[in-house]
């Protein structure tokens, strides 16, 4: 019997998706375990015994300081009980090792913050950020997709358009640098946008881009395309009675999340 690869879902500080993402691994093909940080910063669990990462979404440390920003400067600093090394050690090895990174809502904030997006040159250096609803409101609604299938994302292989629920007050995208969205644009980095569903077209109207993000942009990737990160949630939509209209349109019975975790889990080898 083949040994599936291993996913770790980090939780801890007041991520609360853990368990929905731990399932979309499941389902995709990974023996998935849910870690809390405090697990890695004691050095029970060490990320070097795992094949695909996943940071999830939630209110990590109730949002008080800006998104994540607590979360990436524990990530980004912290020392590992009895090792010595800073856990930003062992994420830039999993990195190295070429494993993939997703990053959902919370996560992608973290990963943006953290430098790991959009990575440009392979500079782990902030060059956006992402901030307030341009409503000034916390936003829970499903939004329509279109995906970027020139991306070099492997999560999205496969993937055109795609309907999926976002719930965030902070998920606006925002690049401060016009070169440095003009070099994510020409490297097809923008790989999700928010669209209209009658057009099928990227959009900048509320409320179908919940957020007002520059470029429409709902989800990015660094130029290996390993590291994604988006405010949208995947694991949320994981089987048709997730969606809203399940009991009024005809929905395949898998949702449209589990493709993002089925594309890692055949990007790490598995079959």
Same mark, same amino acid.
């Given at each position: 019997m083949r040994v599936r690869p291993k996913a770790v879902v980090i939780t801890g500080n007041g991520t609360n998706c853990e368990?929905?993402?731990?399932?979309?691994?499941?389902?995709?093909?990974?023996?998935?375990?849910?870690?809390?940080?405090?697990?890695?910063?004691?050095?029970?669990?060490?990320?070097?015994?795992?094949?695909?990462?996943n940071l999830t979404g939630g209110f990590l440390d109730g949002d008080d300081l800006g998104a994540a920003m607590v979360q990436a400067n524990?990530?980004?600093?912290?020392? @590992?009980?009895?090792?010595? #090394?800073?856990?930003?050690?062992?994420?830039? =090895?999993?990195? $190295?090792? &070429?494993?993939?990174?997703?990053?959902?809502?919370?996560?992608?904030?973290?990963?943006?913050?953290?430098?790991?997006?959009p990575c440009l040159d392979g500079e782990q250096r902030q060059v956006a950020t992402l901030t307030f609803n341009d409503s000034g409101r916390f936003e829970?609604?499903?939004?329509?997709?279109?995906?970027?299938?020139?991306?070099?994302?492997?999560?999205?292989?496969?993937?055109?358009?795609?309907?999926?629920?976002?719930?965030?007050?902070?998920?606006?995208?925002?690049?401060s640098d016009?070169? @440095?969205?003009?070099?994510? #644009?020409?490297?097809?980095?923008?790989?999700? =946008?928010?669209? $209209?569903? &009658?057009?099928g077209r990227a959009t900048m109207d509320y409320p179908m881009n919940p957020n007002g993000s520059m470029a429409a942009a709902a989800g990015i990737c660094s130029p290996s395309g390993l590291l994604f990160g988006l405010m949208p949630h995947p694991e949320a939509y994981l089987h048709r009675v997730n969606h809203p209209r399940w009991t009024r349109e005809e929905l395949p019975e898998e949702g449209a999340g589990i493709a993002f975790f089925r594309n890692a889990f055949e990007y790490v080898g598995g079959s």
């Open positions: 368990r929905e993402a731990a399932e979309a691994c499941r389902l995709g093909g990974f023996d998935p375990r849910i870690v809390h940080i405090s697990d890695l910063l004691s050095g029970e669990v060490v990320l070097d015994d795992f094949h695909f990462l524990r990530l980004r600093y912290a020392r @590992v009980e009895g090792s010595g #090394e800073r856990l930003s050690e062992q994420l830039s =090895r999993f990195i $190295d090792q &070429g494993k993939p990174i997703l990053g959902v809502c919370n996560g992608f904030q973290l990963m943006v913050k953290m430098g790991l997006l829970d609604r499903w939004v329509h997709l279109i995906a970027d299938a020139s991306s070099p994302c492997i999560f999205t292989r496969g993937a055109e358009s795609l309907t999926l629920p976002v719930r965030h007050g902070e998920g606006k995208f925002v690049v016009p070169e @440095v969205l003009d070099r994510m #644009e020409s490297g097809r980095l923008l790989t999700l =946008r928010y669209a $209209d569903a &009658g057009s």
